[in-house]
């Protein structure tokens, strides 16, 4: 059973690093997992997810639902960037 959103945490997210995913209507490969700062306990560790870019994905950003078979489907935030490497990329926070 895939887990709500409000579950979802990086433990979710790193053994999908290289899986495929879809957003909204585009196919992204989750490139990389980076873990943001020290949390109070009582709140989500801070982490972001980047993927790669397909050459038509948005311009700046889309509400779309993210979907893979073991975190389900969740309508998320992702965010065109350009990554370290000067590759556009997809990025996706969760704080």
């Known amino acids: 059973m895939a887990p709500d959103l409000k579950d979802l945490d990086i433990q979710h997210f790193e ?4 899986s495929i995913f879809r957003i ?6 989750l490139k990389k997992v980076t873990r943001g700062p020290e949390t109070p306990r009582r709140f989500r560790t801070q982490f972001s997810l980047i993927f790669s870019c397909p050459e038509d994905f948005p ?7 993210v979907s ?5 489907s969740h309508d998320l935030l992702a965010t065109r960037i350009v990554g370290w490497d000067e590759e556009f990329e997809v990025e996706i926070t969760f704080n």
């Not at 909204?24 to 490969?29: H, K, L, N």
């Not at 893979?68 to 389900?72: D, K, L, Q, R, S």
């Open 68 to 72: 893979h078979p073991e975190i389900g």
């Open 59 to 65: 311009q700046r950003w889309i509400v779309a639902p």
């Open 15 to 18: 053994p999908l690093v290289g």
């Open 24 to 29: 909204g209507t585009f196919e992204a490969t």
